[in-house]
T-cell receptor, first 113, second 110 residues
Framework: SQKIEQNSEALNIQEGKTATLTCNYT??????LQWYRQDPGRGPVFLLLIRENEKEKRKERLKVTFDTTLKQSLFHITASQPADSATYLCALPYSGGYQKVTFGTGTKLQVIP | DGGITQSPKYLFRKEGQNVTLSCEQNLNHDAMYWYRQDPGQGLRLIYY???????QKGDIAEGYSVSREKKESFPLTVTSAQKNPTAFYLC?????????FGQGTRLTVV
């Protein structure tokens, strides 16, 4: 079955540095991949979508890459700020249909002032 | 304001009781979803519905039931058959590609 892996350990970085989060997947070739942000006690919020034919996508200080050969997506936050502290989830559509989406367990990012 | 509204935010249930979690959306989306989130775990799909009067089981449907009588509403009932119902429950609807989530309901069995 398809599996998504995100680093379950928290990532602590200094303010102003670039944070890089990893999402690996197996047993699947998705047409797109999504990234969401989740704050404690709240629902996830959509950030970015990248399609299989796109190598890179940018939105303000966010950058996502998608390597279908490595089956990996990298999520970068440049010039990180304490307000970026949250859990970041990657998500893929289920194989066999895009009606459902599988979410990773998320990586907690802590930006230290 | 367009979005997903879940209520209540916190819910306490005695063992053996059924409880219903509300989810309403005004985004005019056809597809709606219920997820369960436990500490340190990802979102697990309970049920989903792609159209009114139709819904399908997700990965962990046992002990739960849903209805979809109106496009705007997709309530989830946690029945007494659910052995470990304490969790954070999230309702979502799907736009063209991305999901829009409510603020969640935290259910605790006392």
């Amino acid at each position: 079955s398809q599996k998504i892996e995100q680093n379950s350990e928290a990532l602590n970085i200094q303010e102003g540095k670039t944070a890089t989060l990893t999402c690996n997947y197996t047993n699947y070739s998705p047409a797109y991949l999504q990234w969401y942000r989740q704050d404690p006690g709240r629902g996830p919020v959509f950030l970015l979508l990248i399609r299989e034919n796109e190598k890179e996508k940018r939105k303000e200080r966010l950058k996502v890459t998608f390597d279908t050969t490595l089956k990996q997506s990298l999520f970068h936050i440049t010039a990180s700020q304490p307000a970026d502290s949250a859990t970041y989830l990657c998500a893929l559509p289920y194989s066999g249909g895009y009606q459902k989406v599988t979410f990773g367990t998320g990586t907690k990012l802590q930006v230290i002032p | 304001d367009g979005g997903i509204t879940q209520s209540p935010k916190y819910l306490f249930r005695k063992e053996g009781q059924n409880v219903t979690l509300s989810c309403e959306q005004n985004l005019n989306h056809d597809a709606m979803y219920w997820y369960r989130q436990d500490p340190g775990q990802g979102l697990r799909l309970i049920y989903y519905s792609q159209i009114v009067n139709d819904f399908q089981k997700g990965d962990i449907a046992e002990g739960y039931s849903v209805s979809r009588e109106k496009k705007e509403s997709f309530p989830l009932t946690v029945t007494s058959a659910q052995k470990n119902p304490t969790a954070f429950y999230l309702c979502a609807s799907r736009g063209v590609t991305e999901a829009f989530f409510g603020q969640g309901t935290r259910l605790t069995v006392v």
